[in-house]
């Protein structure tokens, strides 16, 4: 699907659930809440991609865990140019 640039937060909340409704993950119910990089209550993603990432050109998404979830957190990092979801997995916290 096409996303109208920029993305906006709303809109990558819209993603990050398109997102995890088509690659459920199990412990997870939805978004709790979606971050720029670097905003007050955001922290510093620890995760592996092969390829650097512009963090300051993303939102980071951050799942919400059921009650039975245990391990790390799980986040979405998303493109603010193009929604592309370049990173879905965990927080490594």
């Known amino acids: 699907m096409e996303w109208k640039s920029p993305i906006?937060?709303?809109v990558a909340k819209e993603i990050a659930t398109k997102y995890l409704t088509e690659h459920p993950v199990a412990g997870i119910d939805g978004i709790e809440t979606i971050l720029s990089h670097g905003e007050p209550g955001s922290r510093e993603p620890a995760y592996y991609y092969p390829e650097p990432i512009d963090l300051d050109k993303c939102w980071i998404a951050y799942a919400k865990p059921t009650a039975h979830r245990f391990g790390?957190?799980?986040?979405?990092?998303?493109?603010?140019?193009?929604?592309?979801?370049?990173?879905?997995?965990?927080?490594?916290d």
């Open 8 to 10: 906006t937060q709303q």
């Open 72 to 92: 790390g957190s799980h986040i979405l990092i998303i493109s603010k140019e193009t929604g592309k979801v370049f990173y879905s997995g965990l927080d490594g």
